[in-house]
């Protein structure tokens, strides 16, 4: 732990600290910093790649405008929106060492699939659709969003049941700026997570589109 808090200050990133610092792997890091230290571990993160390709595309569902962007590896970007250029421009914020596509049906077949899939989950409320997701972010913030990836329709928790799940029930802050952080709108359904007392909380994409969410589920 002393060699990696070290190496922590001194590097240029945690995924560098891992091998150095004698962790076999990143979840080790997690338990021990958690432990250790008696807060969600910061250290590691998955880096964006610069000059990775990003292609992206818009469709019109019951939310609203919605943008889904995706690289080689999967979905790394679902947001809603009023029009298009914002959208772009919080995409190219998400990933800025990125280079950016815009892909027609015809040119990412792939992409144009997933969208229309989850697409049809909104407009007609059936489940959401297990699509293959390239998630960014610390290893806690992954930790938490792998447990509601785990949640059923219908299901919610607090921020402090989902801090508590992921083995430190002291990092309901930590949860709740992991559901604020999250890039993937629905496919990972952090609108699942409410507050203590069971009112709707915080929602990146606006309290309507999360009520809309729950109510829908709900009815299923």
């Given at each position: 732990m002393e060699r990696f808090r070290y190496i922590s200050?001194?590097?240029?990133?945690?995924?560098?600290?891992?091998?150095?610092?004698?962790?076999?792997?990143?979840?080790?890091?997690?338990?021990?910093?958690?432990?250790?230290?008696?807060?969600?571990?910061?250290?590691?993160?998955?880096?964006?790649?610069?000059?990775?390709?990003?292609?992206?595309?818009?469709?019109?569902?019951?939310?609203?405008?919605?943008?889904?962007?995706?690289?080689?590896?999967?979905?790394?970007?679902?947001?809603?929106?009023?029009?298009?250029?914002?959208?772009?421009?919080?995409?190219?914020?998400?990933?800025?060492?990125?280079?950016?596509?815009?892909?027609?049906?015809?040119?990412?077949?792939?992409?144009?699939?997933?969208?229309?899939?989850?697409?049809?989950?909104i407009n007609q409320n059936t489940p959401i659709p297990?699509?293959?997701?390239?998630?960014?972010?610390?290893?806690?913030?992954?930790?938490?969003?792998?447990?509601?990836?785990?949640?059923?329709?219908?299901?919610?928790?607090?921020?402090?049941?989902?801090?508590?799940?992921?083995?430190?029930?002291?990092?309901?802050?930590?949860?709740?700026?992991?559901?604020?952080?999250?890039?993937?709108?629905?496919?990972?359904?952090?609108?699942?997570?409410?507050?203590?007392?069971?009112?709707?909380?915080?929602?990146?994409?606006?309290?309507?589109?999360?009520?809309?969410?729950?109510?829908a589920e709900r009815h299923d």
């Amino acid at each position: 732990m002393e060699r990696f808090r070290y190496i922590s200050r001194t590097g240029d990133g945690a995924t560098d600290t891992v091998s150095p610092s004698g962790f076999g792997a990143s979840d080790r890091v997690c338990e021990e910093t958690s432990s250790s230290i008696g807060s969600p571990p910061k250290c590691y993160k998955v880096a964006d790649v610069a000059g990775e390709t990003i292609a992206y595309t818009c469709r019109h569902t019951a939310l609203g405008l919605m943008m889904m962007a995706a690289t080689e590896k999967g979905i790394c970007f679902v947001q809603f929106g009023d029009d298009q250029a914002p959208l772009i421009t919080q995409l190219k914020k998400e990933f800025p060492k990125a280079v950016f596509s815009a892909s027609p049906p015809e040119k990412a077949p792939r992409l144009n699939n997933w969208i229309k899939a989850l697409k049809q989950s909104i407009n007609q409320n059936t489940p959401i659709p297990d699509l293959p997701l390239d998630m960014r972010g610390t290893a806690f913030q992954i930790k938490l969003w792998q447990f509601l990836l785990d949640t059923s329709a219908g299901e919610v928790m607090s921020y402090s049941d989902l801090a508590t799940r992921a083995g430190n029930p002291k990092a309901f802050r930590a949860a709740a700026s992991a559901c604020a952080k999250n890039r993937i709108s629905v496919l990972i359904p952090c609108h699942r997570v409410l507050k203590g007392d069971g009112s709707l909380g915080g929602y990146r994409w606006g309290l309507k589109r999360k009520q809309a969410l729950l109510d829908a589920e709900r009815h299923d």
